[in-house]
C-alpha cells in the first residue's frame, strides 16, 4: 500500500533458517515515529492484520507487522496450528529468537524512534509479548490480548522497567485466574508496571470473528463489546506509553 499519507511493504527479515515476511506500514511523512511491532494471533500475518497495521500506522506509528511462523504462513485449522505453538514452546529459543528478530527489524528503519518502542500481539501473539518482557527485551512495554498465559514459562529473573497492559477474558481457559495471578506475580518480581483488564463472560480469542476455526466453542468466542474495549485501552495505553 503506498497513498498519501501511509506508505507500506512486505519486509523480508530471518533468523536461522527461518525466512519471515513481515509487513511495515508508517506515516508517508514526519518522523521518526514511534514504534510498534505487532504480532500475530495463531493464523499468522493474515490480510486482516496487515489492515490492523495500517490503522496503528494511521495514528502515527511506524509499525512492523511480524511472520512469526515464517513464509508467511497463514494455517486455517486446530491441528496445523497447535503444531506450530507446540513447536514454540518446545523451543522457547527459537521463540523468543523469531519475536526479537522482529523487534529488531523495526529498530532498524530509520523513520523509528529506537527510544519509543512497543509490542502489541494478540492471543499467542499476546504471549509472545509476554515473553519478548520475560526474556529482557527493550521496550517501553507491551500490549497482550487474550495471551495464552498457559505458554508462558516460569523464570522471572531479568529486570525489566518495561510496562504492561493485560487484556483478558474471565472465562479464558487458557489464561486462567491462577495463571494471571502467577504472572502478575512474575512481573512483580521484575518491576514491571502492569495493569490488566478481565471481560466477564469473555472467553479466549475474543477480538477474532473467525476464532471459532481455532478451537470448541466453551474455549474460544468473539465478544463485540470485550473487543471494542480492549481495542481503546490499548489505544489509550499506547498514547500514554509512546509519547515524547
Do not use: K
Not at 55 to 66: F, H, P
Not at 177 to 191: H, K, N, T, W
Amino acid at each position: 500500500m503506498q497513498g498519501d499519507h501511509l506508505i507500506g511493504r512486505d519486509v523480508e527479515y530471518s533468523h536461522g533458517d527461518t525466512v519471515m515476511i513481515g509487513r511495515s506500514a508508517a506515516p508517508a511523512t514526519g518522523g521518526p515515529h514511534p514504534g510498534v511491532v505487532l504480532v500475530h494471533d495463531a493464523f499468522g500475518l493474515t490480510e486482516a492484520m496487515i489492515r490492523t497495521s495500517e490503522e496503528y500506522a494511521a495514528r502515527g506509528y511506524a509499525v512492523l507487522a511480524a511472520d512469526v511462523w515464517g513464509s508467511r504462513t497463514t494455517p486455517t485449522d486446530g491441528a496445523a496450528i497447535g503444531s506450530l505453538i507446540g513447536g514454540m514452546v518446545a523451543d522457547r529459543a527459537e521463540w523468543a529468537g523469531r519475536i526479537a528478530a522482529a523487534h529488531r527489524t523495526l529498530l532498524a528503519r530509520p523513520d523509528v524512534d529506537a527510544d519509543r518502542t512497543a509490542m502489541v500481539g494478540w492471543c499467542f501473539g499476546g504471549s509472545s509479548a509476554i515473553e519478548f518482557v520475560r526474556g529482557g527485551g527493550a521496550v517501553r512495554g507491551i500490549v497482550s490480548v487474550h495471551g495464552g498465559l498457559d505458554l508462558l514459562g516460569d523464570d522471572w529473573t531479568t529486570p525489566t522497567d518495561a510496562r504492561v497492559l493485560l487484556c483478558t477474558g474471565a472465562d479464558d481457559p487458557m489464561a486462567t485466574p491462577e495463571m494471571l495471578f502467577a504472572l502478575q506475580r512474575g512481573l512483580d518480581a521484575v518491576g514491571a508496571d502492569w495493569e490488566a483488564d478481565v471481560y466477564s463472560g469473555t472467553r479466549h480469542a475474543f477480538t477474532n470473528p473467525d476464532a471459532a476455526l481455532a478451537g470448541p466453542p466453551d474455549v474460544v468466542g468473539y465478544h463485540a463489546r470485550s473487543a471494542r474495549r480492549a481495542h481503546e485501552s490499548a489505544e489509550r495505553f499506547l498514547a500514554d506509553l509512546l509519547a515524547p
